[in-house]
């Protein structure tokens, strides 16, 4: 089974900056893309940012320029740097692993739990 857990959510002004971390443990051959989703009230979740293995990024339109998204493959994580906040940013913030377990195994999906960012002042 594979866990992550996630940090570094709050509350923070307009114009400030917060850094999530998520590690991945457990069984792991090989992780693929991570990436970060969140989900407002009332609203769907949606795709934030993504990192491939290679470290290719894509980024929604809404943050680009103000997040940044970076993995460290030796320590099986993804970070959001996330600068310029703003009111819009409030969600919940989930990151997302493709896992694949062992080398003859398929490719999984897991989530980490979410992290509330609060923008406000």
């Known amino acids: 089974q594979v866990q992550l857990v996630e940090s570094g959510g709050g509350l923070v002004q307009p114009g400030g900056s917060l850094r999530l971390s998520c590690a991945a443990s457990?069984?792991?051959?090989?992780?693929?893309?991570m990436s970060w989703f969140r989900q407002a009230p009332g609203k769907e979740r949606e795709l934030v940012a993504s990192?491939?293995?290679?470290?290719?990024?894509n980024y929604v339109d809404s943050v680009k320029g103000r997040f940044t998204i970076a993995r460290d493959n030796a320590k099986n994580a993804v970070y959001l740097q996330m600068n310029s906040l703003k009111s819009e940013d409030t969600a919940v913030y989930y990151c997302r692993t493709r896992v694949v377990v062992s080398s003859t195994g398929s490719e999984d999906i897991y989530w980490g739990q979410g992290t509330q960012i609060t923008v406000s002042s």
């Open positions: 457990g069984r792991l051959f090989r992780i693929n893309v």
């Open positions: 990192i491939g293995s290679n470290g290719w990024k």
